[in-house]
């Protein structure tokens, strides 16, 4: 369990809001910038490393993609946001990688913050890369913490003839955030799988294993319901609130994934609710795993000890003890013994003891 | 347990919105329209291959009831869809079937999604099928995952000359949704039974497969609270909301239909703390199985240890014992066991452990 | 346990709205009209068989109350729907007496559903019985499943002089609705009481039987809260809503019924909550009585099975054992043993184990 | 635990509204009236036995307390609610002390319900007395079960020259529940440290006498949550409502008040949680324990068990057993037996056994 | 754990509103008033004693800031209000340091209260010092209980020249509850680390401490979460209440703080949530431990209670015993001995205990 439940912002407190300080894992490869700008008939696709060279597509009638891969470098990142003029709490947010998902309203742009989750197999945990989304009128930024994200099929429709509704910037952003919601379905999927082979060996072969096992995806839960919970109010907000930046006809493709978030949220909090009530059985079972073994000792201890006495008063040296003398003494002690085995099981019998 | 949690739609993941792919288990049937066509006097009812034949029907003064039997058939949705010339996302949402219950308003229909809920008795759970509602002015539309349905009641009135108040379509779809909320009480009925025997199982022969079994009911209620919850928000706004497709008096019969969903949710919440409850209970039993259990250890071994003790000291072969000379000896030594005894019992007898 | 968590209506279940099914347990008596028609001089008390004899109390401009005894007789009902002009709604939720309470208003008259609650003193059982009013202008009518009921008191202040307030009919429903809601206390008393000596059990001298008590009032609250929580939103807007059938006076007694009410929801949940907190304690004693059993079990074996060991080592039959022929070997011994004891209980002693 | 959870108020169920029946434990004192009436400059402080007195102090200029303690004197209360033209409803609320805290507005005067609260220490109990507050116009009526209150530190106030404030009733009234909200800072003050006693003996020294105090204090902490919880909303109400009788600037102090009750509300919850944990607390604790003297037994078997087998095998009469006559057999098989003893030792230390 | 859950403020009780009594620990360091006082071009920052020598900066056209280390001199906190003529509750608030933060509006000033939190990494305790601000036209003073805080990086910034920002009284209070807020991040750093550990130890090497300290931390979170949660109501109302004091701007850095205090609380629920997983945990392995100890016991019993048995049966001193005399009897008794053994592992290899 590497991963911390509380990332470290320490070097930050105490500073001037704005500064740019990252906060986060940064990755070893170069950050660049990767453009999309199209209109109906033309498509450009390009790969830079020098912000400024954007600056031509902002002032022209096409619409820009520009998504950014690895947030850590703070020089890029401020001469990115100089030139969009973005406000000091914005380009603040982006390099701190431990917000909350949320949305911000500034004079010309939205700033909208998600987590993109990523289940990993090996380790069974969920991994956490925040998303920050910046629209425009005709432009959409995106930055990353690092490469690889799931905006291939986005990007699949752009390079096709398909784009025309993606002339308007807010349907590309609104394409991004549905590509990561639905992500978050696969993610629930693969958790859910998961959480049914535990229940099957609950059920079948519970091992304290299973229990550890139990509590690292009540704690995954945790983490998965306090990344995605705020976005249901983004959302809502996002499809409701009046701002000129987003269309009617966008809002309601927006309405649609907010509809997927209350259903990701619901899966969680039934998730969760199972957890709960694996836990409890794994505890019940225990307790009655306890009950058979207990019977097990009870049972062999209430057969033997007093049969081990019998044996003791006949192992006794006194003189006068007429019963070792008589012929019949031994099988009658063996018979009498006999019966009382057969007198204690029948006892437990009807107590349906097995 | 083989019905799963999270239905898969990963193949459909980052496609475009709108793009139809079947999310669910299809039927093996072949999709047919089952169509109702009527006025106060005359009623037409008939099965059809290509929604192509349902044209005339919606442009004449009658009221038309479409009813369509498997939504996995991509084509024919789609031949439909472009037909009513329904929203893109509208098309998506009838063809993936792990759907929330909702409802949506568009220019001229109104798109309701509900979940019909079937108790098999066999697996004792509960089974999920998609309906998806779309009313229109003077037209129905119901589409289903598979044949076999809760509509033969609202049939029979059409069939009857009793259908006055169904040329008001609206009044058409409350029917419908009556009759699926109606067949709620049916599942709640054979799950309070289940529940119910469940219970005096417990309390009067409880066994570890009592424990399982309530995991399992818990387990439905979980699944059960999920497909009905949304459905009180979906009924209070059409009983609410100011849509022309609904009219006053309809309003009436629908809060009608939401009073019953208040009364099923809370029949589910009432059986969940019930099945909390018996987990409590059926703990504590255990808890007191397992006292009575090392109850009769701890008496068995009280009784027997000093018994064994006391035979053991007399099976010692020093030379020099002068008790095992006397001739009251043994006689005595079993009189000192039996005071022993009986010491112990009366011991016990004060302190209520038996 | 012989009521049922889910009251039956399977019987009706796809009929058409309006359908009248009575649905619960109907009772043996023939349904009478108990009928008070009265102004500030005269009353007239009478009991009719035919709902059509009331016709000229309706028109009249004195104030009628129309108490109904059975509601399972459908062909009675009926007729007196029709004669007051009822919604088909309100006819059949009548019959239904699986109601939750509610508000309903309907041109002319309001239509409010109630829970009558007695508690069974041989059982312990809460029995429910459905009080459905109907308040017209000058009109009140009482519909009650089975004879008996708490309005004695009311009888007697109409019969009394004291019926100057009771000329306005919805003073009337009041004081039905506050004599229901005042005997949820005496309810609450009987209940609060049992619980009270269910605790002093619990906690001088606790059984099994103690712990089904616990889940048997546990499942009584569940079945109570269900049945008053509504009553909370009803009142809520019965003594705020515009309606002219209740007039401003009578609104200051209605929200006296809903402080009532409020009342009587917090004593259920602090009952409820004492009730878990008294398994709790359940529990915990549980677990102390088995430490102390096991306690008594671990003195007594460690206590003896060393002794028994040395006792056995004396009775081993080695020709060259020298202590065997000692003349103090045995006092030497059963004094070795007494130091062994003494020193174990010393050693228990000082981990307070008694 | 002689309090009842729910206070009787049997006889009263089906009276008239507005019937004067004491419910509640009254006092042997005879009922008084206090009164204190003052202005700017005069101070008049007297006890009276009829209220017909008051009478030319409800008329004068100048503002008027009265304290009535005792309010099971039907009579008496009947004849202050004539003077005062109170309605029958407030009469009736004033008499029956099993009152939620509450506000109530009428024509010309305020009617407020509180709790007094009082930890006993000797039972470690709370105490709860009825107060009923009138606030006019130039008048405050304070109506409380038995002698001995809160007040003193207004009386003190009043009697000095520091009374130009209270020539506002309304700030009167403030200083009253000021007064007793205040108090319940000192009841939780002493159920904190009483509460903390518990939690270092719980850590310390547990016993089962601890979780009957634990459970003890949950019960305290149920009533006292349904006695403080209803004044949130009192106050709030009491600090934003428009009615002419609380002025803007004592809005402001009661605000103040308001925050207090907040904060008395968080310290419950929090000395709930508190509660809970320590139960859990406990639960575990004796978990550990009852493990700690199963190993104890475990380790005691295992040890003698073999021991006491291997010299019942040498204490055998048979006639063959060749090691019985070998002169080293005796210190052989004593020596065995301590390899034995140290092999399972060295293997429960390995296993963390102790 | 010498903290008290809630802090003594007896002495206050009954006492006028807006007396002056210090309710919490004073510091012995003697108060002194920090005094900044700057605009674009100029800062002067000195020490003074008497809140006299303010008057001057008050009225001048420079902003200035005063901090006050030690709340607990009445005289000097009186004659402080009396210069500033703050409201007699607001005076009483400062001194009591056991209050709710929270935010009250008067006449041209806000008065927030705030605490500062402190992770004590001795004694593992969060340490809690109560901050007020105030915040005028061009003025804020802060108060705290004793010296040491967290705003060196604000007097950093007002020292250095980028202060421009600084020139709006309001910016300069959000700076200091930014770096209240901020310094909580570093306190959930620490907490997350201790708890992380405990998680480790628990999951490798529980010990009854691990409990004890789960127990603690939950308390804690108890404390801090109280202490945190009205943050959010406090600076939603401040990013949104139209009060002239607080700029347009400063709201846009308000409502970031807003998202921080939601961020904390998310992340204070998730770690409470944790610490009860993590005592499930605990519970659940110590039934499992005990199980094993139980398993080891029952086998060793089941084991050496038969073969006991056997020997018991051939020490008795019957004269007549066949198998006595037999040559082969004494091998013929261990080999058979041994066969039992072997059965009965054989038995518990099947049944899957070891």
Known sequence: MSRKLVIKRGKKVGAAPGTLVHVGTGSA?????????????????????????????????????????????????????????????????????????????????????????????????????????????????????????????????????????????????????????????????????????????LIKNPTPGTLAHIHHFKREMLLLRKAVWPLRELLSRLSRDETPLVSQETRLYLRDVYDHTIHVLDTIETLRDLLVSMLDLYLSSASNRMNEVMKTLTLIATIFMPLTFIAGVYGMNFEFMPELAWHWGYPGVLLFMTAVVCGLLLYFKRRHWF
């Not at 742009?109 to 993109?116: A, D, E, Q």
């Not at 990007?155 to 349907?171: I, M, N, V, W």
Request: with cysteine; net charge negative.
């Open 29 to 201: 490869a170069e950050t660049q910038l990767e453009v999309f700008d199209f209109d109906q008939t033309h498509l450009t696709e390009q790969r830079l490393r020098d912000p400024e060279l954007c600056l031509p597509l902002l002032t022209s009638d096409t619409v820009s993609w520009i998504n950014v891969d690895g947030t850590h470098q703070a020089p890029l990142i401020e001469s990115l946001g100089k030139l969009l003029q973005l406000h000091p709490l914005v380009m603040e947010d982006i390099m701190n990688t431990d917000q909350r998902p949320k949305l911000e309203e500034y004079d010309g742009y939205l700033y909208i913050v998600l987590k993109m989750l990523q289940f990993d197999q090996k380790t069974r945990e969920i991994r956490t890369e925040q998303l920050s989304l910046i629209l425009g009128e005709r432009l959409v930024i995106s930055l990353q913490e690092q490469p690889g994200d799931v905006f291939d099929g986005v990007r699949e429709r752009l390079r096709s003839g398909r784009r025309k509704r993606f002339l308007d910037a807010d349907y590309l952003a609104y394409a991004l955030i549905d590509a990561v919601v639905d992500h978050y379905f696969t993610l629930l999927e693969n958790l859910g799988d998961e959480i049914e082979l535990l229940e099957d060996e």
